[in-house]
């Protein structure tokens, strides 16, 4: 399995921005499709966002349409969120997690994860 390493959280104002990073080791990253997932207080995990092994397809929740971005950088093992104009309903800690096929929604679905990271959206 890959190693997973969440980074890039902090404190934003709604309608910045800000960019999360996932760095990857110990196993050939590009074998493996990437979600991003957040957690909020008293909730479950919800999906965010993912991305296929190559980049070339990506998924979105509604509420982060058009506003987050996935990426990946397979020869520096990374994956990114960048976050425009989040909200503070946004406020979660985020982790990013892997599997090898395919990039289904449910958070059951992934392993391993990374160890989260804190991002507050103040308005």
């Known amino acids: 399995q890959v190693q997973l390493v969440d980074s890039g959280g902090g404190l934003v104002q709604a309608g910045g921005s800000l960019r999360l990073s996932c760095a990857a080791s110990?196993?050939?990253?590009?074998?493996?499709?990437m979600g991003w997932f957040r957690q909020a207080p008293g909730k479950e995990r919800e999906f965010v966002a993912s991305i296929t092994r190559s980049g070339g397809i990506t998924y979105y929740a509604d509420s982060v349409k058009g506003r987050f971005t996935i990426s990946r950088d397979n020869a520096k093992n990374t994956v990114y969120l960048q976050m425009n104009s989040p909200k503070p309903e946004g406020t979660a800690v985020y982790y990013c997690a892997a599997r090898r096929v395919g990039l289904p929604k449910m958070a059951t679905a992934y392993d391993p994860w990374g160890q989260g990271t804190q991002v507050t959206v103040t308005s």
């Open positions: 110990g196993r050939t990253f590009s074998n493996y499709a």
